[in-house]
C-alpha cells in the first residue's frame, strides 16, 4: 500500500546536519569533534552519560563521516549554545546540510 505523499512528508522532522568534513573536503579533527560538543548538554544518570535529543553526534552511514545533528528548536531552549556551534561550523568551514528524520531518534 501506497503512503499518502503529504502525509508522509508531514512526518519527517527537520534538522540541522553539520558534517564532519570541511568545505574544501578535508577531514576534520580531532576525531571526537561532534561528541565534545555534544557534552555541553548531555546528562549524567546513573554513571551513564545520555545525548540531549536537541543536540547529538551521528555517523553518516553512507560517507562514515561525524556529524552533529542539531534540533532547530535548540535556537529558542539554548541560543548561546546554538549560535556557538553555528560560528563554530562556519569559522571551521565545516558544511552543512538540512537532514530529515522519519522519527525522534536520529541516530
Not at 19 to 47: H, I, Q, Y
Request: proline share 6%; glycine share 4%.
Amino acid at each position: 500500500m501506497l503512503k499518502n505523499t503529504v502525509a508522509y512528508k508531514n512526518q519527517r522532522k527537520k534538522f540541522i546536519l553539520i558534517e564532519g568534513v570541511t568545505e574544501t573536503g578535508e577531514k576534520f579533527r580531532p576525531s571526537d569533534w561532534a561528541e565534545r560538543m555534544c557534552g555541553c548538554l548531555a546528562s549524567f544518570t546513573n554513571r551513564r552519560m545520555t545525548y540531549s535529543p536537541q543536540l547529538r553526534p551521528m555517523i553518516d552511514q553512507e560517507s562514515r563521516n561525524k556529524c552533529l545533528v542539531l534540533d532547530p528548536k535548540l535556537k529558542k531552549t539554548n541560543p548561546d549554545i546554538f549560535d556557538c556551534i553555528m560560528k563554530f561550523a562556519g569559522e571551521n568551514r565545516l558544511k552543512i546540510h538540512p537532514f530529515y528524520s522519519e522519527s525522534e531518534e536520529t541516530s
